[in-house]
């Protein structure tokens, strides 16, 4: 989180605040992405999930281009040997693709979140998080092999035709014909029609990778197997937020087809390449690849631990109620409890000095706010105001808090402000607190290490050394593409979450 928002002057109104009320009701659904929570922009020639991976036009971007785009996923991440292990995976996958003369190449994006893509170039990226999610080479190799699929098949320049043909539709019948109500209709059919060739698009992408990888020497399977795994991600994210995970849900706005209709197909598809078994898989290899590299978030995006968020870098920790799931967004820090009954945001202002938090918090945040409610107070030796808002399905307590250059805001939403809610509110804000250099220096990220089972381990021993405050269990299984009631393959190596 960079907690970067509007700069406020006295008597300044911060327009996205005043929207706030809906933001916090549907804050729930912003948190459940089908793959990926951050999509990066779509790159033209002259100018972030599943594997929903941005599209990119036929274009060559410039080199500044490039890095905005990587620094839109907080960077590079280091990993040589993990960088070598793809690059071999991409030199074969080149051989046995369409165009087995490209020389593409990967970069490892500093990011927690599912996502991969690739540009014309060659240039292929893929999340730190998606290397964790996977288990084998094969199953990278079916993730690489669909975006580059993406690129010889021209995806991206076939569907920016297509939306350029419906926004050319919808001015003639706006400006033209002077029929904006025919224009609105052309836009919502083209809308479907795009959404469509989206999703077969995917259906393309993946029959072309799986046929690739196949030839290259994978096991064909890997890509239903690694769809799966994104759907199991998606449903326990989804669960930890109280929601109901919607990737098997068809929707006819969606441009990705839902999980199981993508991993029934390319399971189909591998069976007409051959029976299971078929194919290297490169498990341990992959393993000893990513052996130790970074999981969840950065340090200098701020880390979640349970219901506690240190940021190192701003010198500031808090902790949310108990029982609230945090995600650690670019702008903000997100809370959803009591299966999305409650809610909260936490972000920054850097603001003048002349501005009184009082002034402050009553200056138009949100709707409703009840001004004899503002009351300024100190916390932890850091200048604080609080206040209560009232919408008509919500009720809001909100809290500044000034550090240094920057006042931090807090918002939390319940549906009534009870008093035990409140009691819980009042305990979380006053948590806020300047990081001593002891706190700062043992704010490291979690990492994955691969181990070995010893005589008796479980899938449940194994979650007890899982650095992981929610669901430890879950997130083993999930993270070694294992079911419940698994057994461990005393030969075989496992993902684990340590400190």
């Known amino acids: 989180m960079k907690f970067s928002c509007d700069r406020l002057r006295p008597g300044a109104r911060p327009g996205y605040l005043a929207r706030l009320r809906l933001t916090l009701i549907l804050v729930a659904a912003t948190l459940v992405a089908s793959c990926a929570s951050v999509d990066p922009p779509v790159i033209k020639a002259k100018a972030t999930a599943p594997a929903a991976a941005p599209r990119t036009t036929g274009g060559v971007i410039s080199t500044s281009e490039r890095k905005r785009l990587i620094e839109l996923f907080g960077g590079e991440y280091s990993a040589p040997a993990a960088e070598r292990f793809l690059n071999n995976i991409l030199a074969r996958l080149a051989l046995a693709s369409e165009t087995p003369g490209e020389p593409y190449r990967v970069t490892i994006l ?13 240039d292929i990226f893929v999340t730190r998080g998606l290397l964790a999610l996977a288990n084998d080479a094969s199953e990278v190799a079916a993730v690489m092999a669909h975006e580059i699929a993406h ?7 076939e569907r920016a035709e297509l939306e350029k043909t419906a926004a050319l539709f919808s001015r003639v019948s706006t400006d033209v014909l002077a029929r904006p109500q025919e224009g609105e209709q052309v836009q919502a059919k083209m809308r ?26 994978y096991d064909p399977y890997a890509a239903s197997r690694f769809l799966g795994l994104l759907g199991r991600s998606t ?10 995970a919607s990737s098997d849900k068809p929707d006819m706005m969606s441009t990705h087809p839902s999980t199981p209709e993508r991993v029934n197909r ?11 078994g078929l194919g290297e898989t490169g498990r341990e290899a992959y393993l000893a690849a990513i052996d130790g590299i970074a999981f969840g978030d950065d340090p200098s995006e701020g880390l979640v631990r349970g219901v506690r968020f240190v940021h190192p870098k701003l010198g500031f920790a808090f902790a949310a109620p108990d029982g609230f799931v945090l995600e650690n967004q670019s702008a903000a820090l997100i809370g959803v409890g009591e299966g999305g009954a409650e809610a909260m945001r936490l972000d920054s202002v850097a603001a003048d000095d002349a501005v009184g938090l009082d002034a402050m918090i009553a200056s138009g945040w949100i709707d409703g706010l009840k001004t004899g409610s503002v009351e300024t107070l100190k916390i932890n030796d850091l200048p604080a105001a609080t206040a209560v808002a009232q919408g008509d399905q919500w009720s809001f307590r909100l809290g500044a808090v000034r550090l240094g250059p920057k006042v931090y805001r807090l918002i939390y939403a319940a549906h009534s402000l009870t008093p035990g809610i409140d009691t819980r509110f009042l305990a979380s804000i006053k948590s806020m607190h300047r990081l001593s250099e002891q706190e700062i220096a043992g704010a490291r990220p979690l990492r994955v290490a691969v181990v070995a089972p010893a005589a008796g381990d479980t899938p449940e021993s194994f979650a007890q050394r899982m650095a992981v405050a929610d669901r430890p269990l879950d997130h083993f299984l999930l993270l070694n593409g294992l079911e ?12 684990v979450i340590v400190e």
């Open 484 to 495: 419940k009631n698994a057994t461990l393959d005393p030969s075989l190596r496992y993902k």
């Open 151 to 157: 690129v010889t098949a021209h995806h991206a320049a």
């Open 266 to 276: 390319a399971i189909g598809e591998a069976r007409q390449i051959g029976a299971p």
């Open 235 to 244: 449903a326990l994210r989804a669960s930890l937020l109280g929601q109901n």
């Open 110 to 122: 500093n990011s927690p979140i599912v996502n991969a893509f690739a540009l014309p170039s060659g």
């Open 192 to 217: 479907l029609s795009i959404a469509h060739f989206s999703r077969e698009q995917e259906f393309e992408a993946d029959q072309i990778g799986i046929k690739v990888i196949a030839k290259a020497g």
